[in-house]
């Protein structure tokens, strides 16, 4: 191949690179912008209950605490129902949270003073999100209000601003030229201060922008499932055999639970074994005669919390009463530091831990997952690392916004501007192996990009079909 040609295909190259880069980022750019904005936002979701909530979630610190049985019942007494979960306060000035359900079927949090036992108030069940407002701003983040549907558009949108980093690092990079690309905004005003502002910000949080997408993957239903199945099968993930003398339920973790470590929240809970009638002595308490749903398991609260604190369980836990025969406490932690997150299932008649795992005892794939989701959190470092991912999301918008600015700058009127069809048909077998590794990695990805392929092909014969039409009318 001469120079000459070596040139032509790789102004091609760059040419298709950019038409898909292109297309692809104006079509992701609104769920961008959500998963950015509300991201920043839930980085300080403690900050902002505690701020929002402060009434309810602190205390005055006084004298010994009361046991977990009072408060419950301060908590019913205020707001009759159904018990499913007790929080201890997570620290000496902090209140106790008694998770109920009412008559009405809608759970609420009851706030308890833990020293005197005063109810301080109640809210809607925000789950691990903390309150209403910010159970929201989670739900958006994963525009879980549009079902499954949305979970696949968040998931498809998370691939797209991989691979859009990676080929807004390749249009960045210098063709035939020892300059480099711009590292800093070179240009004052116009569609060039916009472009050197997306490629500067691009460039310098790209790997933030590629960590935060791939560790948010965990979550969605195709990617996260088949990463969930695989490091399973491979033994690097949950390992198997904790229930190996115990009964079993058909009950995943993260329905019983409200927060838990992602790599445990699709395995099964344990079954508490029905125990023989008239033997319910249990050294914890002296279980009913038949217990049930409801608040029958809660004369054994306070031996449950003594447990698993006796087993070293770190504060900020929260215990999940039984639910039904079978049913178990629950006690789970996921604490900034993820070294100390555990779950541990107990016996519903004698408080017998059935399960306890922690993060030792997963496989390497599941302590890289869990430290990775921590990290996207916002909760491994504490403020510096809230900090640099609140930098991150704002990079986000202003990749956003500069990439609707130069848009809207080059876009002939009445036109979308989309960048014009190579017509070197060998660069589309080059982008071929891309998208087929992509698409591989991603497999949401390579559905869009297949979508994307049929929208193209259909305009290119449409085009072509009416260009003889012009012609012959001409």
Not at 200 to 212: P, S
Not at 332 to 358: C, N
């Amino acid at each position: 191949m001469t120079d000459t040609t070596q040139r032509a295909a790789g102004a091609a190259l760059y040419r298709a690179v950019w038409r898909w880069h292109f297309i692809a980022g104006l079509v992701v750019l609104p769920f961008v912008l959500i998963l950015a904005v509300t991201g920043a936002i839930y980085l300080f979701k403690d900050e902002i209950n505690n701020a929002a909530h402060r009434d309810l979630r602190f205390v005055e610190i006084r004298s010994d605490t009361l046991p977990a049985s009072r408060l419950t019942a301060a908590a019913l007494a205020a707001h009759p129902g159904t018990v499913k979960a007790y929080s201890p306060p997570p620290a000496p000035d902090r209140s106790a949270e008694v998770d109920i359900l009412d008559a009405g079927g809608l759970r609420n949090t009851v706030y308890v003073d833990p020293y005197d036992g005063q109810v301080l108030g109640t809210l809607w069940d925000g789950g691990a999100a903390g309150s209403p407002a910010l159970y929201v701003v989670r739900k958006l983040h994963s525009l879980e209000y549009l079902g499954w549907f949305g979970n696949r558009l968040i998931e498809a949108a998370a691939g797209w601003m991989v691979l859009l980093v990676f080929s807004g690092i390749y249009l960045w990079l210098p063709r035939g030229r020892k300059s480099v690309g711009t590292l800093r905004i070179k240009a004052s005003r116009g569609r060039p201060w916009w472009r050197d502002l997306h490629a500067v910000t691009g460039i310098y949080t790209g790997v933030f922008i590629v960590f935060l997408a791939l560790t948010g993957l965990p979550w969605s239903g195709v990617w996260g499932g088949k990463f969930y199945d695989a490091a399973y099968a491979l033994g690097l993930g949950m390992p198997d055999g904790y229930w190996s003398n115990t009964p079993q339920s058909t009950v995943p973790t993260q329905e019983v639970v409200d927060r838990a470590p992602w790599i445990m929240e699709r395995q099964p809970i344990p079954a508490s074994p029905l125990p023989d009638a008239g033997a319910h002595a249990g050294h914890l308490a002296d279980a009913p005669e038949a217990a049930t749903d409801g608040n029958a398991a809660l004369p054994l609260l306070d031996g449950v919390i003594g447990t698993v604190e006796g087993l070293g369980l770190v504060a900020g836990y929260a215990v999940t009463l039984p639910a039904g025969p079978t049913g178990v406490f629950t006690a789970s932690v996921y604490p900034d530091d993820v070294t100390y997150e555990r779950v541990i299932h107990l016996d519903r008649y004698t408080g017998a831990v059935l399960y306890d795992a922690g993060f030792a005892d997963l496989g390497t794939l599941g302590r890289w997952a869990e430290w990775g989701i921590s990290v996207h959190m916002g909760q491994e470092w504490g403020v510096p690392n809230q900090i640099v991912l609140l930098l991150a999301c704002v990079a986000m918008v202003l990749m956003c916004v500069s990439a609707a600015a130069m848009w809207w700058k080059r876009r002939p009127s009445g036109a979308l501007g989309v960048p014009a069809v190579p017509t070197d048909w060998r660069i589309p077998r080059t982008l071929l192996v891309m998208a087929i590794a992509g698409g591989v990695f991603f497999p949401l990805v390579g559905l869009s990009m297949l979508v994307l392929l049929v929208i193209e092909l259909a305009v290119h014969v449409i085009t072509r079909r009416r260009l003889p039409a012009q012609g012959a009318a001409r």
